[in-house]
């Protein structure tokens, strides 16, 4: 995946968004809701996502994921 295709499909993603998480292997498989994107310590965006998992085993867990560690399933 290229730097503009990274940027393009980025885009694209919105806070809400549900997904299939991919890896790491403790979650995947399961779905996810995007919650934001990672900020760093300056305030500028960084390419990971915060997702929280859907998993009624658990309470809240969320995870800092890369694209292509999860799949978008549906924009709102």
Same mark, same amino acid.
């Given at each position: ?10 885009? /694209? ?12 292997? *403790?979650? %995947?498989?399961? *779905?996810?809701? $995007? /919650?934001?994107? @990672? ?5 500028? %965006? ?8 859907? +998993?009624? +085993?658990?309470?809240? $867990?969320?995870?800092?994921? $890369? ?8 924009? @709102?």
């Amino acid at each position: 995946m290229t730097l503009g295709t990274f940027l393009q499909n980025s885009k /694209c993603i919105q806070v809400r968004d549900k997904v299939l998480i991919l890896r790491p292997t *403790y979650v %995947a498989g399961k *779905y996810g809701v $995007i /919650c934001g994107r @990672e900020s760093n310590s300056n305030n500028q %965006a960084s390419q990971r996502w915060l997702i929280q998992v859907e +998993d009624v +085993d658990s309470s809240n $867990i969320i995870v800092s994921l $890369i694209l292509g560690e999860f799949i978008l399933i549906n924009s @709102e």
